[in-house]
């Protein structure tokens, strides 16, 4: 996976502005027609809240798209994280490739 130096926009930015705006949806309306509470909603959008496959699911169904597109853009937002959180960097790179062990003789 290709990652990049500027982060990638969030679920909840796509969520607002690339489907609710244009559908004139408010959270309350969404927390709806999804039957999430409107807490979660509002997290989502701001960004306080990762997408779930559940969540996925639902926000499929409701904007008729596929849960792996929810999905990978959280993916997505989450690897960038991992790599550019320095205290989490340092945790992943400590990790060392298994090698194999020589064969012994018998």
């Known amino acids: 996976m290709l990652m990049t130096a ?3 926009i969030g679920v909840g930015e796509i969520l607002v502005e690339e489907f609710m705006e244009p559908l004139g ?3 309350t309306r969404l ?3 999804t039957g999430l509470p409107r807490k979660h909603i509002n997290e989502l959008c701001g960004g306080r809240r990762a997408v779930t496959a559940d969540t996925a ?3 499929a169904r409701v904007f008729g798209n596929s849960a792996e597109f ?4 959280q993916r997505r ?3 960038w ?3 550019h959180t320095p205290k989490r960097l340092h945790r992943i790179e400590r990790a060392q490739p298994i ?3 020589p064969l012994q003789a018998a």
């Open 57 to 59: 699911l639902i926000l």
């Open 99 to 101: 090698t194999p062990e």
């Open 25 to 27: 949806l408010s959270q």
């Open 70 to 73: 929810w999905l990978n853009t």
């Open 31 to 33: 927390a709806q027609v």
């Open 81 to 83: 994280e991992a790599l």
């Open 6 to 8: 500027r982060k990638p």
């Open 77 to 79: 937002n989450d690897l």
